[in-house]
Protein backbone atom coordinates (compact mmCIF):
# COMPACT_ATOMS: atom_id res chain seq x y z
CA UNK A 1 0.00 0.00 0.00
CA UNK A 2 1.04 3.14 -0.96
CA UNK A 3 1.95 5.99 1.69
CA UNK A 4 -0.95 8.30 1.16
CA UNK A 5 -3.37 4.96 1.44
CA UNK A 6 -2.12 4.19 4.80
CA UNK A 7 -4.73 4.04 7.05
CA UNK A 8 -4.36 6.67 9.76
CA UNK A 9 -5.14 5.32 13.15
CA UNK A 10 -8.43 5.44 15.06
CA UNK A 11 -9.37 9.04 16.80
CA UNK A 12 -10.17 8.79 19.75
CA UNK A 13 -14.34 9.94 18.92
CA UNK A 14 -14.34 6.82 17.53
CA UNK A 15 -13.98 4.89 20.77
CA UNK A 16 -16.56 6.77 21.57
CA UNK A 17 -19.18 6.63 19.13
CA UNK A 18 -18.30 2.64 18.85
CA UNK A 19 -18.09 1.79 22.09
CA UNK A 20 -18.36 -1.74 22.53
CA UNK A 21 -18.46 -2.25 18.87
CA UNK A 22 -14.99 -0.01 18.49
CA UNK A 23 -12.56 -3.23 17.50
CA UNK A 24 -15.39 -4.01 14.40
CA UNK A 25 -15.40 -0.42 13.65
CA UNK A 26 -11.31 -0.91 13.27
CA UNK A 27 -11.48 -4.03 11.42
CA UNK A 28 -14.36 -2.49 9.16
CA UNK A 29 -12.26 0.41 8.41
CA UNK A 30 -9.06 -2.44 7.91
CA UNK A 31 -11.21 -4.12 4.99
CA UNK A 32 -12.72 -0.89 3.40
CA UNK A 33 -8.64 0.33 3.46
CA UNK A 34 -7.60 -2.92 1.88
CA UNK A 35 -10.07 -4.75 0.24
CA UNK A 36 -12.04 -2.06 -0.63
CA UNK A 37 -9.66 -0.32 -2.71
CA UNK A 38 -8.12 -3.60 -4.07
CA UNK A 39 -12.06 -4.06 -5.43
CA UNK A 40 -12.16 -0.36 -6.32
CA UNK A 41 -15.12 0.33 -3.91
CA UNK A 42 -13.27 3.20 -2.60
CA UNK A 43 -10.46 5.29 -4.18
CA UNK A 44 -7.31 5.06 -2.38
CA UNK A 45 -7.02 9.03 -2.03
CA UNK A 46 -9.97 8.29 0.51
CA UNK A 47 -8.18 5.85 2.58
CA UNK A 48 -6.14 8.45 5.27
CA UNK A 49 -9.63 9.88 5.95
CA UNK A 50 -11.58 6.94 6.53
CA UNK A 51 -12.93 7.73 9.81
CA UNK A 52 -13.53 11.10 9.54
CA UNK A 53 -15.05 11.71 6.30
CA UNK A 54 -16.72 8.10 6.19
CA UNK A 55 -17.39 5.84 9.79
CA UNK A 56 -18.04 8.76 11.48
CA UNK A 57 -19.84 10.52 9.66
CA UNK A 58 -21.99 8.17 8.62
CA UNK A 59 -22.23 6.34 12.34
CA UNK A 60 -23.66 9.59 13.32
CA UNK A 61 -26.68 9.29 11.53
CA UNK A 62 -28.13 7.24 14.25
CA UNK A 63 -28.73 10.04 16.24
CA UNK A 64 -31.64 10.99 13.42
CA UNK A 65 -32.76 7.16 13.58
CA UNK A 66 -35.60 5.85 16.00
CA UNK A 67 -35.09 2.84 18.31
CA UNK A 68 -35.88 -0.76 17.11
CA UNK A 69 -36.84 0.45 13.11
CA UNK A 70 -36.44 -1.17 10.09
CA UNK A 71 -33.67 0.47 7.97
CA UNK A 72 -32.68 0.04 4.12
CA UNK A 73 -29.65 1.68 2.48
CA UNK A 74 -30.14 2.32 -0.51
CA UNK A 75 -27.23 2.02 -2.88
CA UNK A 76 -25.33 0.77 -0.15
CA UNK A 77 -22.25 0.29 -1.91
CA UNK A 78 -18.90 -0.12 0.30
CA UNK A 79 -21.36 -0.33 3.38
CA UNK A 80 -22.02 3.40 4.01
CA UNK A 81 -23.82 4.37 6.04
CA UNK A 82 -25.25 0.78 6.64
CA UNK A 83 -22.45 -0.85 8.19
CA UNK A 84 -21.73 2.26 10.50
CA UNK A 85 -24.69 2.56 11.43
CA UNK A 86 -25.22 -1.25 12.00
CA UNK A 87 -22.45 -1.38 14.28
CA UNK A 88 -23.36 1.70 16.63
CA UNK A 89 -27.24 0.34 16.64
CA UNK A 90 -27.66 -3.27 17.09
CA UNK A 91 -31.03 -2.70 17.81
CA UNK A 92 -32.27 -1.67 14.08
CA UNK A 93 -32.95 -4.95 11.78
CA UNK A 94 -30.72 -3.16 8.88
CA UNK A 95 -30.86 -4.11 5.02
CA UNK A 96 -28.24 -2.99 2.68
CA UNK A 97 -29.25 -2.91 -1.00
CA UNK A 98 -26.97 -2.96 -3.81
CA UNK A 99 -27.20 -4.09 -7.29
CA UNK A 100 -23.24 -4.71 -8.27
CA UNK A 101 -22.32 -8.02 -7.60
CA UNK A 102 -18.72 -7.00 -6.11
CA UNK A 103 -20.38 -4.48 -4.08
CA UNK A 104 -22.62 -7.39 -2.77
CA UNK A 105 -20.05 -10.08 -2.41
CA UNK A 106 -17.99 -7.50 -0.43
CA UNK A 107 -20.86 -6.46 1.94
CA UNK A 108 -21.91 -10.33 2.76
CA UNK A 109 -18.14 -11.03 3.90
CA UNK A 110 -17.96 -7.86 5.89
CA UNK A 111 -21.59 -9.15 7.41
CA UNK A 112 -20.34 -12.37 8.48
CA UNK A 113 -16.84 -11.34 9.20
CA UNK A 114 -17.98 -8.54 11.75
CA UNK A 115 -20.60 -10.56 12.83
CA UNK A 116 -23.71 -8.38 12.20
CA UNK A 117 -26.75 -10.91 12.76
CA UNK A 118 -28.90 -8.17 12.02
CA UNK A 119 -27.92 -7.21 8.98
CA UNK A 120 -28.94 -8.50 5.17
CA UNK A 121 -27.54 -8.20 2.31
CA UNK A 122 -29.89 -8.00 -1.00
CA UNK A 123 -28.73 -7.18 -4.37
CA UNK A 124 -30.56 -5.36 -6.67
CA UNK A 125 -32.25 -1.85 -7.52
CA UNK A 126 -34.72 -0.38 -5.57
CA UNK A 127 -37.06 0.04 -8.10
CA UNK A 128 -37.27 -3.82 -8.63
CA UNK A 129 -37.33 -4.96 -5.07
CA UNK A 130 -40.45 -3.07 -4.20
CA UNK A 131 -43.24 -4.82 -3.37
CA UNK A 132 -40.93 -7.87 -2.29
CA UNK A 133 -39.05 -5.87 0.27
CA UNK A 134 -41.79 -5.40 3.49
CA UNK A 135 -41.52 -1.93 3.37
CA UNK A 136 -39.35 -0.56 5.91
CA UNK A 137 -39.60 2.75 9.03
CA UNK A 138 -36.41 4.09 7.40
CA UNK A 139 -34.24 4.22 4.23
CA UNK A 140 -30.92 6.13 4.34
CA UNK A 141 -28.47 6.78 1.41
CA UNK A 142 -24.99 8.26 0.97
CA UNK A 143 -23.79 9.78 -2.12
CA UNK A 144 -26.12 8.38 -4.62
CA UNK A 145 -27.97 11.09 -6.33
CA UNK A 146 -29.70 13.80 -6.45
CA UNK A 147 -32.54 14.36 -3.97
CA UNK A 148 -35.52 13.98 -6.31
CA UNK A 149 -33.91 11.25 -8.26
CA UNK A 150 -33.18 9.79 -4.68
CA UNK A 151 -36.72 10.20 -3.50
CA UNK A 152 -37.75 8.56 -6.56
CA UNK A 153 -35.90 5.11 -5.37
CA UNK A 154 -36.19 5.48 -1.88
CA UNK A 155 -39.34 6.93 -0.40
CA UNK A 156 -41.23 4.22 -2.43
CA UNK A 157 -39.81 1.15 -0.16
CA UNK A 158 -40.87 2.85 3.11
CA UNK A 159 -43.77 2.14 5.14
CA UNK A 160 -47.06 4.73 5.43
CA UNK A 161 -45.08 7.60 7.35
CA UNK A 162 -41.62 6.33 7.40
CA UNK A 163 -38.53 8.91 6.36
CA UNK A 164 -35.99 8.57 4.23
CA UNK A 165 -32.26 10.01 5.92
CA UNK A 166 -29.72 11.39 2.72
CA UNK A 167 -26.82 12.49 4.17
CA UNK A 168 -26.01 15.31 1.77
CA UNK A 169 -23.48 18.44 1.92
CA UNK A 170 -23.85 22.00 1.25
CA UNK A 171 -26.15 22.09 -1.17
CA UNK A 172 -29.04 20.54 1.09
CA UNK A 173 -31.26 23.32 1.15
CA UNK A 174 -30.63 24.29 -2.35
CA UNK A 175 -31.65 20.33 -3.16
CA UNK A 176 -34.92 20.62 -0.84
CA UNK A 177 -36.25 23.12 -3.08
CA UNK A 178 -35.59 21.77 -6.65
CA UNK A 179 -36.70 18.56 -5.41
CA UNK A 180 -39.87 20.19 -3.97
CA UNK A 181 -42.24 19.35 -6.90
CA UNK A 182 -41.20 15.41 -7.31
CA UNK A 183 -41.24 15.31 -3.64
CA UNK A 184 -44.90 16.32 -3.66
CA UNK A 185 -45.51 13.56 -6.23
CA UNK A 186 -44.12 11.11 -4.03
CA UNK A 187 -46.43 11.25 -1.24
CA UNK A 188 -43.53 13.42 0.73
CA UNK A 189 -45.33 15.70 3.35
CA UNK A 190 -42.23 17.02 5.32
CA UNK A 191 -38.84 18.00 4.57
CA UNK A 192 -35.92 19.41 6.45
CA UNK A 193 -32.46 19.65 7.34
CA UNK A 194 -30.43 18.30 10.70
CA UNK A 195 -27.04 18.59 11.39
CA UNK A 196 -25.74 15.34 13.71
CA UNK A 197 -22.46 14.47 15.24
CA UNK A 198 -21.54 17.87 16.38
CA UNK A 199 -18.53 17.59 18.56
CA UNK A 200 -17.79 14.72 17.02
CA UNK A 201 -17.44 15.38 13.21
CA UNK A 202 -16.18 18.58 11.65
CA UNK A 203 -18.41 20.10 10.50
CA UNK A 204 -21.35 18.15 11.58
CA UNK A 205 -23.14 15.16 8.81
CA UNK A 206 -25.43 17.13 7.23
CA UNK A 207 -28.93 14.75 6.39
CA UNK A 208 -31.43 15.60 4.60
CA UNK A 209 -35.07 14.10 6.16
CA UNK A 210 -37.80 13.52 4.15
CA UNK A 211 -40.93 12.11 5.74
CA UNK A 212 -44.26 10.27 3.83
CA UNK A 213 -47.43 10.20 4.68
CA UNK A 214 -49.92 7.19 3.92
CA UNK A 215 -48.96 6.63 0.40
CA UNK A 216 -45.59 6.15 0.35
CA UNK A 217 -44.55 7.23 -3.93
CA UNK A 218 -47.63 8.54 -4.53
CA UNK A 219 -50.24 6.62 -6.25
CA UNK A 220 -48.24 5.49 -9.06
CA UNK A 221 -45.87 3.19 -6.57
CA UNK A 222 -49.22 2.38 -4.87
CA UNK A 223 -50.24 1.00 -8.30
CA UNK A 224 -46.94 -1.49 -8.48
CA UNK A 225 -46.40 -2.13 -4.92
CA UNK A 226 -50.04 -3.78 -5.38
CA UNK A 227 -48.81 -5.85 -8.72
CA UNK A 228 -45.51 -6.54 -6.88
CA UNK A 229 -47.60 -8.08 -3.87
CA UNK A 230 -50.18 -10.01 -6.37
CA UNK A 231 -46.84 -11.88 -8.32
CA UNK A 232 -45.40 -12.61 -5.20
CA UNK A 233 -48.28 -14.39 -3.44
CA UNK A 234 -49.24 -15.96 -6.96
CA UNK A 235 -45.62 -17.23 -7.11
CA UNK A 236 -45.88 -18.36 -3.24
CA UNK A 237 -49.16 -20.88 -4.24
CA UNK A 238 -47.16 -22.08 -7.49
Same mark, same amino acid.
Given at each position: ?108 ? +?? &? ?6 ? *? @? /? #????? $??? =? ?63 ? +?? &? ?6 ? *? @? /? #????? $??? =? ?21
Amino acid at each position: MTEEAELPEAPEEARTVFGEFFPEAVRYAELLADAGVKRGLIGPREVPRLWGRHLLNCAVLSEAVPEGVTVCDVGSGAGLPGIPLALVRPDLKITLLEPLLRRTNFLQE +VV &ELLGLDHV *T @V /V #RGRAE $EVL =GTLPPVHVVTARAVAPLDRLAGWGVPLLRPYGEMLALKGGTAEEEIQGARAALSKLGVVETEVLH +VG &EGVVEPAS *T @V /V #RVVVG $ESP =GGVRFAAKRAKAARAGRVRRRR
